[in-house]
């Protein structure tokens, strides 16, 4: 009896962390990397922000970023001033 119980624990175990795995990785694909500040300020008209607590060096704004550190990291490149926003308006 303790070793059937000890199999269907294994199992599903098994089979927990194999479905664990696929949201994790289905997660870090949904990011999407834009080509350029254009095509990013289509869809986040202030542009990304790492955090909501970062402030703006490059002098004053129209909008108000979007708070996304995933989005922020994959667009990365299109911070030129290096104050954790990207592309901001």
Known sequence: M???FAII???GLVLGLSFGANDIAS???KVKTYKNCTALNKDY???VARTSS???????TKYKPHVS???YDA???SDRD???IACEK
């Open 2 to 4: 303790k070793r059937i």
């Open 9 to 11: 624990l294994s199992f």
């Open 27 to 29: 997660a870090k694909t």
């Open 45 to 47: 008209k202030g542009g």
């Open 54 to 60: 970062v402030k703006n060096k490059g002098g004053k």
């Open 69 to 71: 550190k995933a989005l």
């Open 75 to 77: 667009n990365k490149k």
């Open 82 to 84: 290096k104050d954790f």
